[in-house]
């Protein structure tokens, strides 16, 4: 088993991880132990590491952009200009294939660095315990500053409330939604400016893959009248039902498991935070749950698939009328035409 001071190296913040300087003791290897691999990559190389670390890590990966510490270093926004962590975890009861799969990235990753892709540091490999692992992964979520107002804090840390600040508390869990994804973001700093607009403040909210409930909550704290979170994986239904209790929106913020159609009468504001091929094939229920003048903000857009959904939008009877960008991702506003 991994000695107290390994499970706590695991947890510490992005940023402080050094390469391995010892090889894993595979003999601590076993059930109930993961092994964590790692690497700081520039953010344009961040895919290719991502798809090189599945690969051997078959689990998936997740991605840590570089934080930049703001508010007498009491929140973080994010700084595209640092290298990302790319983390991505094989389950330890398999020491000879772990032993195989790191062998493996390593020489994958060296091939991508021989590509010419911009800087990717070392393999950094860690163990990680199951029974630390929330711990592990909660110390990687600092409070974070979207737009000028939203704050997502995360409700194992604190932070000192300016004047004017919307504060949403986060528990994220395993759900999708912990607004370090640009897709999240660009969505919230979007639905701030629909708010100073005048488009939030009594609305009612439609939130199509609510994951974390993070964009309902967020529309919720900006004065929405009605809110329903709607998403097909139950994890994602209990991590929002839950965040909605913690910022008292029980009662304004209604979470389903399921998609569109919701049979529900239609709304002012639909938000959709997925992803080009499923915006596309969505489109016409996303349409058909608008009412006249309504609006939707549908982001998860990747930069090259931005033709598509502007068709699939266009064919729907939505016209977009603004659009937000960061590093490769895209946000569209889109309106329903009046028939
Ligand atoms: N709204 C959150 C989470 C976005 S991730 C945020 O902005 O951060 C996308 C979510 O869409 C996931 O939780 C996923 O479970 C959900 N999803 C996947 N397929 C879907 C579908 N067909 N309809 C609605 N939601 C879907």
Redesign the pocket.
């Known amino acids: 088993m991994p000695s107290a001071d390994r499970a706590k190296q695991a947890a510490e913040p992005a940023g402080a991880a050094e390469p391995s300087a010892e090889p894993i003791d595979l003999g601590a290897l076993g059930p109930g132990v993961w092994v964590e691999l790692s690497v700081a990559a520039d953010i344009e190389a961040v895919e290719a590491v991502s798809e090189t670390l599945t690969r051997h890590a078959p689990g998936g990966t997740s991605v840590e952009p570089a934080f930049g510490l703001v508010d007498e270093e009491l929140g973080a926004v994010i700084d595209t200009s640092r290298p990302a962590i790319v983390r991505a975890y094989l389950p330890g009861v398999d020491p000879a294939g772990v032993r195989l799969a790191i062998e493996e990235a390593s020489k994958a990753l060296g091939h991508l660095q021989a590509f010419g892709l911009r800087p990717i540091g070392d393999l950094t490999v860690r163990l990680v315990r199951e029974a630390d692992w929330a711990e592990a992964w909660r110390s990687h979520f600092p409070v974070l500053r979207v737009g000028r107002r939203l704050v997502i804090r995360p409700t194992w840390r604190r932070h000192r409330r300016q004047p004017g600040d919307v504060v949403l508390s986060l528990d994220p869990g395993m759900?999708?939604?912990?607004?370090l994804?640009p897709?999240?973001r660009l969505?919230l700093a979007a639905l701030e400016t629909l708010a100073d607009e005048g488009f939030v403040k009594g609305a009612r909210v439609l939130?199509?893959?609510?994951?974390?409930g993070?964009?309902a909550i967020a529309a919720g704290k900006l004065g929405a009248r009605e809110l329903l979170g709607?998403?097909?994986?139950p994890i994602?239904v209990e991590a929002s039902a839950a965040n909605a209790r913690l910022n008292g929106l029980s009662r304004r913020l209604a979470v389903r498991r399921g998609?569109?159609p919701t049979g529900e009468p239609p709304y002012q504001l639909v938000?959709a935070?997925?992803i080009a091929s499923?915006l596309v094939q969505?489109a016409p229920h996303l349409a058909a749950e608008m009412a006249p003048g309504a609006r939707l903000l549908a982001?998860?857009i990747f930069r090259d698939r931005e033709g598509e959904v502007r068709e699939a939008f266009a064919s729907a009877g939505l016209t977009v009328a603004r659009r937000w960008a960061e590093d490769d991702w895209l946000a569209l506003e889109a309106l329903l035409v009046a028939a």
């Open positions: 759900a999708f939604g912990t607004g994804h897709t999240t969505c939130d199509v893959g609510c994951g974390s993070i964009l709607v998403d097909p994986d994602a998609s569109v938000l935070n997925l499923l969505l982001s998860g």
